[in-house]
């Protein structure tokens, strides 16, 4: 049984950083490919980053020179780096997993997802 | 990127009716093309992949078609808990991967 929890999330001014992160329980984690989904209140989803096996990484425009994605194949945890928080970065953040299969990013894990609020 | 546009934005629908949502995308995306199912307060459930595969554990009234720009999702017998919030997603062109914006189905 994939289990993904996340966890970090929280209330920040903006312009203050968060770092999210996402334990994966499952037997193997370090040749999955994962992103981070976020959903603004009452809003769709987004994709945020991207990270593989082997390091390859992409942001959303959205995103990008603000935060990082990273891995710890050993801790089998999913990071992200949140700096420079605007108030359209307020979202649940969703740590999301592939399957084995190698056969497209479609995402059929997920974690609970974790608040993030960016306020003054 | 790839825009992915849903319709209608919302379905009102009686127990045991069928629906059809459509998705269109700006460009080709094969047959890439997943649909997810979010009730309020839960976290996305991946329905559908590779534009017609049913994902483990999702019940047969729940069926995919298409390729290229044009999918639909189709839920036949509407039962009580398929009132939700259904989602398109391409992964062929990527990076971005790309969302659509979302069809409510409602009951009537």
């Known amino acids: 049984q994939v289990q993904l929890v996340e966890s970090g999330g929280g209330l920040v001014r903006p312009g203050e950083s968060l770092r999210l992160s996402c334990a994966d329980s499952g037997f193997t984690f370090s040749g999955f490919y994962m992103s981070w989904i976020r959903q603004a209140p009452g809003k769709g989803l987004e994709w945020v980053s991207y990270?593989?096996?082997?390091?390859?990484?992409f942001y959303a425009d959205s995103v990008k020179g603000r935060f990082t994605i990273s891995r710890d194949n050993v801790k089998k945890s999913l990071f992200l780096q949140m700096n420079s928080l605007r108030a359209e970065d307020t979202a649940v953040y969703y740590c999301?997993?592939?399957?084995?299969?190698?056969?497209?990013?479609?995402?059929?894990?997920w974690g609970q997802g974790t608040l993030v609020t960016v306020s003054s | 990127e790839t825009v992915m546009t849903q319709s209608p934005a919302t379905l009102s629908v009686s127990p045991g009716e069928s629906a059809t949502l459509s998705c269109r995308a700006s460009?080709?995306?094969?047959?890439?093309l997943a649909w997810y199912q979010q009730k309020p307060g839960q976290t996305p459930r991946l329905l559908i992949y590779?534009?017609?595969t049913r994902a483990t554990g999702i019940p047969v009234r729940f069926s995919g078609r298409g390729s290229g720009t044009e999918f639909t999702l189709t839920i036949t017998s509407l039962q009580s808990e398929d009132f939700a919030v259904y989602y398109c997603?391409?992964?062929?062109?990527?990076?971005?991967?790309?969302f659509g914006q979302g069809t409510k189905v409602e009951i009537k």
């Open positions: 590779h534009a017609s």
């Open positions: 460009q080709s995306v094969g047959t890439s």
């Open positions: 999301a997993r592939e399957d084995n299969t190698r056969s497209g990013h479609y995402l059929p894990y």
């Open positions: 990270i593989n096996s082997d390091g390859l990484i």
């Open positions: 997603q391409q992964y062929l062109n990527w990076p971005p991967w790309t």
